[in-house]
Structures are given as C-alpha cells and as structure tokens.
C-alpha cells in the first residue's frame, strides 16, 4: 500500500511540475510547448487512476478510470467538437461511477435546484455568443455536466473528494467556455487549468477508496 501511494505521490510532483513550466511558458514565453506539458500532466492523472484501479479492480475505480482516460483523449485534441463528445463520455463516466459507490435520490433531489440556477444562468450568458452549430453540443454538455455534480452530491456514504472533484470540474469548465466563446485571452487559462487538473488528480486519487473498502471487508 505504502509503495502505491509512494508511486501516485512522485506522479502527482510530475504532473504539478509539468502544469508550473506550462504557466511558466506563457508568462516568459520560453518556447516550451505548453501543449506537452498538458499532455505529461493528463498522462500522470491517467497512470495515478490505473494504479488505484490495479490496486482494488472495484467498479468506482474502473468508471473513475475510464472517465479520466476520456479526459485525456479530451485534453489530446485541437477539435473543439471531438472534444465536447470526449467530455460527455467522461462525465457519464463518473455518473456511472457515483451510481456503483452509493447514491441517496434524496440527496440527489435536494441538490438539483442548486446546480439547476447556476447553469440556467450560464447557457443565459453563453447563448449569444456560442454559434449556432455548436449550440446543441454546448447545451448538452452543461446538461451532462450538471448531472454529473447533481449525482456527486447524491453519493452515500459522504466522500469529500467526490464532490470537490465535481464541483471544481464544473467552475473550470465555466473558464473553458468563457475561453473558447467569450474571451480568447490566455488569462482563462490561469483560472480553467489548474482548478481542471486538481479535479481530475483528485478523481484519480478518489479510486483508492475502493482500496479501503477492500480492506475493511477482507477477514
């Protein structure tokens, strides 16, 4: 357990190390694909998934896993399109995921009104700038998106990293749309990328619960 975590936690300095010489590009343009060090970031979350699923081969580390891997795909390409469909997947992805670890409807309900208002309020910002092609994609995504936190909130027991990691995946993809729709400018990328990396890095690591619950069952 002990050399697992040890594995996850040189991965975890990797893929921070590779985000800060990211920023570092864009503040002092040091010709340094920023692209790569994205990708050396997605790859570490990918790995530290994998690992927690190696560890337990429990359903809410496979669909945690799978989703990630959806992510990577999502981080990997330039098509804005492929993109949106690649993210979708994820987050149904998660969904499944939260529905194997433990969901209260009850919870579920109770929280739909606050994620409902902050996304009636996003597509009313976004509407018109998004061209009209991209709209349904767009609308769908938000949909998805906000399930996907309405379900986090849903879970049962109580786990932390589950809701943080969906709530913070929710605000940076409010910065991505802003970036893509709104503002071109390279500030979004501050805000969007490291609360994006910090939800996917923590859905990686939330796998290992799966790791614990194996543990208080066996004799």
């Known amino acids: 357990m002990k050399n697992i975590l040890k594995f996850q936690l040189i991965l975890l300095i990797i893929a921070i ?22 990708m050396v970031a997605s790859t570490c979350f990918v790995l530290i998934s994998l690992i927690s699923f190696i560890g337990n081969k429990g359903k809410f580390s496979f669909f945690i896993f799978v989703g990630l891997i959806f992510c990577w795909f999502g981080d990997s390409i330039d098509n804005f399109l492929l993109t949106v469909i690649f993210f979708l997947f994820a987050h149904i992805c998660f969904i499944s995921a939260f529905i194997f670890y433990g969901i209260d409807k009850n919870k579920c309900l109770k ?90 890095l923590l859905f990686a690591f939330s796998g290992k619960k799966d790791i614990y619950c194996v543990k208080k069952i066996q004799p």
């Open 111 to 200: 929280s739909i009104p606050f994620i409902l208002l902050p996304s009636i309020i996003i597509t009313y910002w976004l509407y018109s700038y998004i061209p009209s092609f991209d709209l349904p994609f767009v609308i769908a995504y938000i949909i998805i998106i906000s399930a996907m936190v309405v379900f986090a909130f849903g879970t049962k027991p109580f786990y932390w990293i589950i809701i943080l990691s969906a709530i913070l995946f929710y605000i940076s993809d409010i910065f991505v749309a802003r970036w893509r729709f709104v503002d071109t400018s390279d500030i979004n990328a501050f805000f969007c990328y490291p609360l994006y990396y910090t939800s996917c």
């Open 17 to 38: 190390i590779a985000l800060l010489i990211m920023f570092a590009n864009k503040l002092f343009e040091l010709h340094i694909r920023s692209k790569t060090m994205l």
